[in-house]
């Protein structure tokens, strides 16, 4: 069975702090990758996808950036956070249409 | 441009009673659509999706969704509904463009389930 993973749990950083967000997927191959941000109540708003190793697509630009270097991995990060930031962070995972999501991410930014 | 609508942010009902959560999009060819719930504090989970094909859809929980081109619509449905279906439902787009991967959720619907 697949599982997806990410990391940290939560985050509580420093405006200006450099972010680094992880997500994994086991027991798949090769699967799509996404990024999502959702504001506190709010909805989804699409970053980045990946549809193979080493190509990333941004979707909307918020001074972040993401990186796939394995096929199993999916890197979300920033030099330089702002208190825009702030939010809950989804990773998302598909083969042909349906996205499963991962457990997510909270960020604070203060 | 692809858009989904939510117009509801809210809705409450009575335990027992019919659900029907509102749903509409906007995009120039045929969509793939998509419903998501999520539980206070929790990630989003796949609830049922139209492809093609049979415009009413059954998913999971026992929730429907009937798929109407003529006014662009894709309502989530279920009767009777329970205070476990207390949630954020999220309607989403998914676009036919390079490699179907652009995805547009819409504001979500916030429903309230009193027993």
């Known amino acids: 069975a697949q599982t997806i993973h990410q990391w940290p749990v939560a985050e509580i950083k420093a405006v200006g702090s450099p972010l680094s967000l992880g997500c994994t997927i086991k027991?798949?191959?090769?699967?799509?990758l996404y990024w999502y941000w959702q504001a506190t109540g709010g909805t989804l708003q699409q970053l980045f996808y990946s549809i193979t190793v080493g190509q990333v697509e941004s979707v909307v630009q918020l001074n972040l950036s993401a990186s796939r270097p394995k096929d199993d991995q999916f890197i979300l990060s920033t030099e330089k956070l702002l208190l825009s930031h702030s939010g809950f962070y989804l990773c998302?995972?598909?083969?042909?249409?349906?996205?499963?999501f991962g457990p997510g991410t909270r960020l604070l930014v203060l | 441009a692809q858009s989904v609508d939510q117009p509801d942010a809210h809705v409450t009902l009575s335990e027992g009673a019919s659900l029907e959560l509102r749903c509409s999009y906007s995009y120039s060819a045929a969509p793939y659509l998509f419903w998501y719930v999520q539980y206070p504090g929790q990630s989003l989970q796949f609830l049922l999706k139209?492809?093609?094909?049979?415009?009413v859809v059954k998913g999971t929980k026992g929730f429907e969704a009937e798929f109407r081109k003529s006014n662009s619509s894709f309502n989530l449905k279920k009767s009777p509904a329970h205070w476990s279906d207390s949630a954020k439902y999220f309607c989403?787009?998914?676009?036919?463009?390079?490699?179907?991967?652009?995805?547009?959720f819409g504001a979500g619907t916030k429903l309230t389930i009193k027993p």
């Open positions: 027991g798949k191959s090769s699967p799509n």
């Open positions: 998302a995972w598909s083969l042909k249409d349906t996205q499963y």
């Open positions: 139209y492809i093609t094909g049979d415009t």
């Open positions: 989403a787009l998914e676009g036919l463009g390079y490699g179907n991967e652009k995805i547009t």
